[in-house]
């Protein structure tokens, strides 16, 4: 039951927007104090989430932000900052879009 609660809360952080409107407001570069307010936040919306699963969270809307970015024509994402993995699926991604 308790796997219940949480999926449904990770649903209601997703559609919240919190997590985009952070993304985009740090441009996809953030740091722990930043994530700690975010946090805050959370918790005011009554939201339980780990620490690792947030992180995951924000990387997928990260990905998510450059690949928009990158469909709207403007890097919205600052890839220097990204581990290797990252941006090779966003390049990755990018890459199969022009090829098709």
């Not at 946090?39 to 924000?58: F, H, S, V, Y």
């Not at 024509?73 to 890839?79: M, P």
Request: no cysteine; net charge negative.
């Amino acid at each position: 039951m308790e796997e219940i609660t949480e999926n449904a809360q990770l649903e209601v952080l997703k559609n919240s927007g919190l997590l985009s409107e952070f993304v985009r407001n740090t441009k996809g570069n953030w740091n722990q104090a930043e994530v700690e307010s975010l946090m805050i936040k959370i918790r005011e919306q009554n939201i339980t989430i780990a620490l690792d699963k947030l992180g995951a969270l924000l990387e997928s809307e990260r990905v998510a932000l450059a690949q928009k970015g990158a469909d709207e024509g403007e890097t919205a994402v600052n890839f220097d900052e990204l581990g290797l993995r990252k941006k090779r699926e966003v390049f990755g991604s990018e890459l199969k879009k022009r090829i098709r």
